[in-house]
T-cell receptor
Framework: GAVVSQHPSRVICKSGTSVKIECRSLDFQATTMFWYRQFPKKSLMLMATSNEGSKATYEQGVEKDKFLINHASLTLSTLTVTSAHPEDSSFYIC????????????FGPGTRLTVT | KQEVTQIPAALSVPEGENLVLNCSFTDSAIYNLQWFRQDPGKGLTSLLLIQSSQREQTSGRLNASLDKSSGRSTLYIAASQPGDSATYLCAVRSGGSYIPTFGRGTSLIVHP
């Protein structure tokens, strides 16, 4: 159990368009999910904490109007990159914490975004 | 603010060696510590989770220890194999927070 999926796994889009990435917990409920960004050969950078039914909490320096997060159900959080630019190209990974503990993080497989 | 350091940053060893990867953290008031593996271009796979009340966890050839007082954890890999080649990340969750702090990882290459 404890599987997290992400869709799409890869996406290429043109500058100025918006892209939506989905993160689903397949076999457990997750009130809390996290969105990370990872640059080549770098560690994970936490972008925001997504909480079901409430607004996401963004880390300092992350533009909330550019990276829209919606956590509409206990199994789904979405990240929308609005008006994407080439500098938004990156590997985006989500993780989820199973409700009820032990607060172990389960990660999705990641989404490779390329903005041309 | 919690800071997590992993040493070494990179490691290359011949197959069969026993390995120790190190993770240190500055604030000992932790809730748990988790070791992950990441293959290139992939997400993270959880290897071991150690709660603050535990001293170690074992899974197959992997053993992770935790010494809160000294702010250290080690991941021991026995009889390494080429398939163990990956980046290993340590993440510490401090008490009272859902948000874990990650180290920068140790990139491991096990050559035949």
């Amino acid at each position: 159990g404890a599987v997290v999926s992400q869709h799409p796994s890869r996406v290429i889009c043109k500058s100025g368009t918006s892209v939506k990435i989905e993160c689903r917990s397949l076999d457990f409920q997750a009130t809390t999910m996290f969105w990370y960004r990872q640059f080549p050969k770098k560690s994970l950078m936490l972008m925001a904490t997504s909480n079901e039914g409430s607004k996401a909490t963004y880390e300092q320096g992350v533009e909330k109007d550019k990276f829209l997060i919606n956590h509409a159900s206990l199994t789904l959080s979405t990240l929308t990159v609005t008006s994407a630019h080439p500098e938004d190209s990156s590997f985006y990974i989500c993780s989820a914490i199973r409700d009820g503990g032990p607060y172990e993080q389960y990660f999705g497989p990641g989404t490779r975004l390329t903005v041309t | 603010k919690q800071e997590v350091t992993q040493i070494p940053a990179a490691l290359s060893v011949p197959e069969g060696e026993n390995l120790v990867l190190n993770c240190s953290f500055t604030d000992s008031a932790i809730y748990n510590l988790q070791w992950f593996r990441q293959d290139p271009g992939k997400g993270l796979t959880s290897l071991l989770l150690i709660q603050s009340s535990q001293r170690e966890q074992t899974s197959g050839r992997l053993n992770a220890s935790l010494d809160k007082s000294s702010g250290r954890s080690t991941l021991y890999i026995a009889a390494s194999q080429p398939g163990d080649s990956a980046t290993y990340l340590c993440a510490v969750r401090s008490g009272g927070s859902y948000i874990p702090t990650f180290g920068r990882g140790t990139s491991l290459i096990v050559h035949p």
